[in-house]
């Protein structure tokens, strides 16, 4: 539920700041930019602290072209499906623009920008492996 709270919150927020071209595509290119910034900041973590040795991370830091394009086609192509297959996104925007916001969706929703942006932040300054 929280995934369709955060596609939700900012498919206002770009409706609000873009306007009415597409909003739906605007999202889902917000929404695979935080997903790549948690797989990143993730991958990071796990190989900066060595919790698992795997040649497929080192990959994934070495070929960092190849990785970045397919990562993000992969969460793109997951967040079409999600959102225009499975869960239309419309029913989503009903479904919320219906019901009262729940203040634990919003503060989760806070925590989890905070943590996205600022974990991918301080992984930044992170040594190299």
């Avoid at 917000?30 to 602290?49: D, G, H, R």
Wanted: net charge positive; aromatic share 24%.
């Amino acid at each position: 539920m929280f995934y369709k709270y955060l596609y939700y919150k900012i498919y206002q927020w770009v409706r609000r700041r873009y306007g009415e071209d597409y909003p739906q595509f605007y999202v889902l290119n917000v929404i695979a930019i935080f997903l790549f910034l948690n797989v990143i900041t993730i991958l990071k973590i796990i190989s900066y602290f060595k919790i698992i040795n795997s040649s497929l991370i080192k990959y994934f830091f070495e070929n960092t072209f190849i990785s970045l394009i397919v990562t993000v086609l992969l969460i793109y192509i997951f967040n079409v499906i999600y959102f225009f297959k499975i869960n239309h996104w419309r029913k989503v925007l009903k479904y919320f623009e219906n019901n009262k916001e729940n203040k634990i969706d919003k503060i989760l929703l806070y925590i989890y920008l905070l943590c996205t942006i600022g974990g991918f932040l301080i992984m930044i300054y992170f040594p190299r492996t």
